[in-house]
């Protein structure tokens, strides 16, 4: 097109120069106005191509970032219900963990289970399942569950919130959480601890999630099967089986439930209802199941009408040339910013929601462990009593012991010819044996006494539930309370070797510290040695373990420089890897197998080392030879 106009004004205006010569500019001012031409020409057409380019590329960012707002939103209640899910999952697990579950004992655990389900009030039932199937649940019903999801998965050592099922005894809908009953050795799953709990939450989750007018949210389950929806006709009832999305005459909803099935997360859009909307869906990680928002094509593209309307008023100032294209390279430049904003706050709500996560488990962890304190703290102060009791009434039954013995020594010197009965009845008794044997079983009892004593006393000083601020007081007395609680993982047993423990003590002051917190990091450190050792003795050929026995080495010492105490706990166990060193302190992050920990230990000594205590603790390993954790505590507190 352009060529042609060229053309053309070449020849009209060659014609008018050829007849007439002296009354028009001359060529070199044509070629010079035909250059102009040219450029205004490219440019008109390179500012329209540009406002063009510019106007679907600021409408596909704007377009992008409103999606993924919806997507945000849609992540946002699946936070919410994964939230809810993990922390039915740590109590299931908990409870299935306790002593009285893993005693298999009906006539145990059914009290037991009866009085968790006044306390925690969020359970419909519990129930115990033995490995052939057999479900017995503190309603009293006995029933066959091998076909249950819950029981097929965690029977092989998996804690599960299964699909929600219709209850064979509850006869409504609800969430199975179930979990592994550890045996004895804690090694193979001996049974399966299961609870139920109502959808409500689910439901409550998915009703309150919407964006704009039109807009709803619903819930499918492994199957594709509505477990939460709006339209209550979609979910099952006792009577009729609620069907699946996958087998739905909407083949667009066919593709988009198989996705979600799938446990992939997008936004794209859809026909559904004889309406377009945007369908935003994302899966769950604490279950099979998968959250999805429908949001009304209008409520998500209403915004770009003023990118319309501006593309229009740009389009009419073309004619401005280079001011229309400035304005519009304004615009986009305000535009792209405002998408990163976006973006950036889009990061940084997904960083505060695993922050929160991260929080909210441990939270339930140091819930947990303060019960446990208390628990300790009380049973040994129970025990203190009549121990002492027992301890202090030793020593007089000792004396009159040795006063009845001495007696009789005198009755046999002052009176040598016993009666016939006295004779006998001394054979029976064996007197001499007694008067021999007695006064050791005194001193053995006492001994045992003041063993008992030092137990209770070391579980008192560990708990320290009467010290929660921050006091002096001497570490080294917090580590041998530690190692006494410990000492029954520390003795040799037909299944382990003896650990041998190194203390070298430096000369520390008393530091300024929250006491029982300190020693819960001391707990965690020795357990995690303590389990390198004895994962350690399983792999070592016994030759090996004789020129280089199992040991723990406890050494401190005072840093002058930085008035630092220093605690360095060493193991040679069985070392970590560079990756296990690098993720060794974050939260949820374990190498156990399932029942031995969740994670939390090393995160939570972590915290109340550095954030707590203002100090540091730092790893040293060998994969398969050593382990070296190195503990600082400032002295007096910076806090």
Not at 518 to 532: G, H, S
Request: glycine content about 6%.
């Amino acid at each position: 097109m352009i060529l042609k106009l060229c053309k053309s004004w070449l020849k009209i205006n060659l014609k008018k120069y050829i007849k007439n010569e002296k009354n028009y500019f001359s060529l070199k001012w044509r070629s010079r106005n035909l250059l102009l031409l040219l450029l205004v020409a490219i440019l008109s057409i390179s500012i329209s191509i540009t406002a063009i380019t510019s106007y679907n590329f600021v409408k596909g960012l704007l377009l992008d970032s409103l999606k993924q707002q919806a997507l945000l939103k849609t992540e946002k209640g699946e936070e919410d219900i994964d939230n809810w899910l993990a922390i039915r999952k740590t109590e299931i697990k908990t409870l299935a963990n306790s002593i009285v579950v893993r005693s298999l004992d009906w006539s145990l655990m059914e009290p037991y289970l009866q009085s968790e389900l006044k306390r925690l009030q969020t359970f419909l039932l519990m129930a115990s399942v033995k490995p052939d199937g057999t479900l017995r649940n503190t309603q009293g019903d006995v029933l066959d569950v091998r076909d249950r999801e819950f029981f097929q998965r965690s029977i092989t050592g998996e804690t599960v919130a299964a699909d929600p099922i219709i209850g064979r005894t509850t006869n409504q809908l609800q969430i199975q959480i179930s979990s592994p009953i550890p045996d004895k050795t804690g090694t193979k799953t001996a049974g399966v601890l299961m609870g139920g709990i109502p959808i409500n939450r689910v439901i409550e989750v998915v009703n309150n999630l919407h964006q704009g007018k039109g807009s709803y949210a619903f819930a499918l389950n492994s199957q594709g099967v509505p477990i939460a929806h709006p339209d209550t006709r979609l979910i099952g009832t006792p009577e009729k089986a609620a069907k699946s999305f996958l087998n739905s005459a909407n083949p667009r909803l066919v593709e988009i439930t198989q996705r979600m099935v799938s446990r992939r997360t997008n936004i794209e859009l859809a026909q559904l209802d004889g309406k377009w909307n945007y369908v935003a869906y994302t899966p769950l990680r604490e279950a099979n199941w998968s959250i999805a928002l429908i949001v009304p094509q209008e409520n998500i593209e209403s915004p770009l009408q003023a990118l319309n309307i501006l593309a229009t008023v740009l389009g009419g100032l073309l004619i401005v040339g280079l001011i229309s294209a400035w304005r519009q390279l304004q615009l986009y430049e305000e535009i792209r910013q405002r998408a990163l904003i976006s973006s950036q706050q889009a990061q940084q709500l997904s960083n505060t929601l695993r922050e929160l996560q991260n929080t909210q488990a441990q939270l339930i962890h140091t819930e947990k462990m303060s019960g446990l304190g208390q628990l300790v703290a009380g049973v040994a102060h129970e025990i203190n009593n009549p121990v002492n009791f027992i301890h202090a009434n030793l020593n007089h039954a000792s004396e009159y012991t040795k006063g009845i013995l001495d007696l009789l020594k005198l009755y046999e010197q002052t009176y040598p010819n016993p009666t016939p009965e006295i004779s006998e009845l001394t054979q029976d008794l064996d007197i001499e044996f007694l008067a021999e044997d007695l006064p050791k079983l005194m001193t053995s009892m006492q001994v045992g006494t003041r063993r008992i004593r030092q137990i209770v006393l070391s579980l008192r000083n560990f708990s320290r539930l009467d010290e929660a601020d921050m006091k002096m007081v001497d570490i080294h007395e917090g580590l041998d309370n530690t190692l006494m609680i410990l000492n029954h993982r520390l003795t040799a047993t037909p299944e382990r070797s003896e650990i041998e423990i190194i203390r070298k003590y430096g000369d520390l002051p008393q530091i300024e510290c929250y006491a029982g917190q300190l020693n819960q990091v001391f707990m965690n450190v020795l357990v995690n040695a303590i389990d390198a050792l004895e994962a350690a003795s399983e792999e070592r050929q016994l030759q090996t373990v004789k020129t280089n026995p199992n040991h723990i080495r406890i050494q401190t010492q005072l840093d002058k420089l930085t008035q630092d105490a220093i605690v360095q706990i060493y193991d040679n166990g069985i070392g970590m890897c560079d990756e296990v060193k690098r993720r060794v302190f974050d939260h949820m992050f374990t190498t156990k197998p399932v029942g031995k920990g969740i994670g939390l230990g090393m995160a939570i000594a972590y915290e109340i080392v550095v954030e707590k205590h203002a100090g540091s603790i730092q790893v040293n390993s060998t994969l398969g030879r050593e382990t070296e954790f190195t503990i600082r505590i400032p002295l007096i507190s910076k806090k």
